[in-house]
């Protein structure tokens, strides 16, 4: 199920993107293996990166180390259809972030089933527009945005009449530190927008990308490598094949015990209260006629019997009978 039916289904699950972005190093067969991976572990979706130099910044940008690199790590039209073949040959959403209009246009001919606009689109209002035009739906990051231009892009989509937004709360700092990570963000832009907010993570390890699915983050994305140490941008701060599954394993564990808002007793824990709660016994032998007093009455396991919130009706009834010491009391046992 692909992730806009997925929230319009409202589906228990988080969904998972494997943020591949660069990790493949220009290497096809490497970026094989790693779409293979993000499946065995379990992950919704594998995502590439499409963009070229002149996408990405101005030329006097570049030192010739910087423009070796993104010749080699860049995905052409031919790279990027054969991943999204693979992708659907073995069971996994291929998706792709682009950088330019041009780039937009051609991940919808590869037919991508969503756009993902990163988070140095926040302010490029006409890109959010041109992709907001397609009526893919669009998968948001907000790092680096303020509230007011997160609010400017969410309406420049809005205005071409796409509303099928999902906003991800993202900190643009690799890694971050835990106390700049403020995963209440996810709630307010879930209030303020009324959009389905997820989290793109770039912490170190497993717990803050399963703490986003306990605040109700309803896709995680994370950078994915097959080996942290391999020469590269993003490798240290991605998630291996064995974290990857730990989050996605973890994330369906923790949305099924979030539950719902109702207080609701399961059929196994109904059962339970036979076994672990307590019922009035007597604590000592009780002749009949006696008149019961408090120090007549204990409370022990099972809870077969008269619940120990009624001790305070008992006390000062007569015992219709002998009531021998430990035994379970009820009703029929008072005058």
């Not at 990790?23 to 490497?30: I, T």
């Not at 996605?248 to 709660?277: M, T």
């Not at 032998?285 to 008149?291: E, H, L, R, T, V």
Request: glycine fraction near 6%.
């Amino acid at each position: 199920m692909n992730l806009w039916n997925r929230l319009s289904q409202q589906a228990e699950q988080p969904y998972i993107i494997a943020e591949i972005a660069a990790n493949h190093n220009g290497d096809m067969a490497l970026a094989e293996r790693m779409v293979e991976q993000a499946k065995e572990a379990g992950c919704d979706c594998v995502k590439f990166q499409s963009w070229t130099k002149t996408s990405l910044m101005v030329k006097s940008g570049y030192d010739p180390e910087l423009e070796r690199t993104l010749d080699q790590y860049s995905m052409t039209e031919e790279k990027l259809r054969a991943m999204k073949s693979l992708c659907d040959h073995i069971g996994i959403d291929f998706a792709c972030t682009p950088f330019s209009r041009s780039e937009v246009d051609l991940l919808v001919r590869i037919g991508v089933p969503f756009l993902k606009l990163s988070s140095t689109e926040v302010t490029n209002l006409p890109l959010l527009q041109h992709a907001g035009s397609t009526g893919l739906p669009l998968v948001m990051s907000t790092g680096m945005g303020t509230e007011e231009e997160i609010r400017e892009a969410v309406q420049a989509v809005e205005e071409t009449g796409n509303t099928r937004i999902v906003l991800l709360h993202c900190v643009s700092v690799y890694p971050p530190k835990d106390e700049y990570v403020n995963l209440n963000n996810i709630d307010s832009l879930r209030e303020r927008f009324g959009y389905p907010t997820g989290f793109s993570d770039h912490t170190l390890g497993t717990a803050i990308p399963l703490a986003a699915v306990a605040k109700g983050a309803c896709v995680i994305e994370k950078h994915f490598t097959l080996d942290q140490s391999l020469p590269g941008w993003d490798h240290k701060v991605s998630a291996t094949p064995e974290q990857m599954k730990e989050i996605v394993d973890g994330a369906r564990r923790i949305k099924a015990a979030l539950g719902n808002y109702e207080r609701q007793l399961s059929a196994e824990e109904q059962d339970n209260r036979r076994i672990f709660r307590r019922s009035i016994v007597a604590s000592r032998d009780i002749p009949a006629g006696k008149m019961i007093e408090a120090d007549d009455l204990d409370a022990k396991r099972p809870g077969t019997g008269l619940s120990p919130s009624l001790m305070k009706h008992i006390i000062g009834r007569t015992a219709s009978r002998t009531i021998g010491c430990d035994e379970l009391l009820s009703e029929k046992d008072f005058a």
